[in-house]
T-cell receptor
Framework: NAGVTQTPKFRILKIGQSMTLQCTQD?????MYWYRQDPGMGLKLIYY???????DKGEVPNGYNVSRSTTEDFPLRLELAAPSQTSVYFC??????????????FGPGTRLTVL | TQLLEQSPQFLSIQEGENLTVYCNSSSVFSSLQWYRQEPGEGPVLLVT???GGEVKKLKRLTFQFGDARKDSSLHITAAQPGDTGLYLCAGAGDSNYQLIWGAGTKLIIKP
């Protein structure tokens, strides 16, 4: 099992450019999440999905969009990149059913710089 | 709004010393998780505590959930350089979908 994979690992964008951060999980988890982590800080939730076709906003959704067409994939779209979006982005998945307590499995992250 | 406060924010100690990291809230959580994040990587789950007063041990790491399920602590005995990292606590609260995250404790163990 690869777990949660993210691409790319690093990216530099110019202000106003757009890009899609890819996230794939092979654990058949229903729940998927996008977080951003600024230097020395914890995690802030951007968007989450509880299943294919269902997404909802987290704490900091402005400037981002998501889609969930399959159980495995949960891409994050940045439109009109701004310097405030410089951060490390983590995708995570979980399956909080039965005796599970929403333990989340994380990808390795995408380090994004907007100049 | 549910919040989790971690303390200290930063801790740098010598190898072999003991330390405790705290995770506090005024809210009740149904469960609480501890993660460790190493530089350049995503967080990795260490433990989940569920019952008030519960204590779990993972080698030299001891995790405790408060009796009222509002707080938790992580105690490391005889810290080693391999324990270096960012320690995050996360609580499962009102929502089944989301975790409430603490800001993290950055721990550095010097050889």
């Amino acid at each position: 099992n690869a777990g949660v994979t993210q691409t790319p690992k690093f990216r530099i964008l110019k202000i106003g450019q757009s890009m899609t951060l890819q996230c794939t999980q092979d654990m058949n988890h229903n729940y998927m999440y996008w977080y951003r982590q600024d230097p020395g800080m914890g995690l802030k939730l951007i968007y989450y999905s509880v299943g294919a076709g269902i997404t909802d906003k987290g704490e900091v959704p402005n400037g981002y969009n998501v889609s969930r067409s399959t159980t495995e994939d949960f891409p994050l779209r940045l439109e009109l990149a701004a310097p405030s979006q410089t951060s490390v982005y983590f995708c995570a998945s979980s399956s909080p059913l039965g005796y599970s307590y929403n333990e989340q499995f994380f990808g390795p992250g995408t380090r994004l710089t907007v100049l | 709004t549910q919040l989790l406060e971690q303390s200290p924010q930063f801790l740098s100690i010598q190898e072999g010393e003991n330390l405790t990291v705290y995770c506090n809230s005024s809210s009740v959580f149904s469960s609480l998780q501890w993660y460790r994040q190493e530089p350049g990587e995503g967080p990795v789950l260490l433990v989940t505590v569920v019952t008030g007063g519960e204590v779990k041990k993972l080698k030299r790491l001891t995790f405790q959930f408060g009796d009222a399920r509002k707080d938790s602590s992580l105690h490391i005995t005889a810290a080693q350089p391999g324990d270096t990292g960012l320690y995050l606590c996360a609580g499962a609260g009102d929502s089944n979908y989301q975790l409430i995250w603490g800001a993290g404790t950055k721990l550095i163990i010097k050889p």
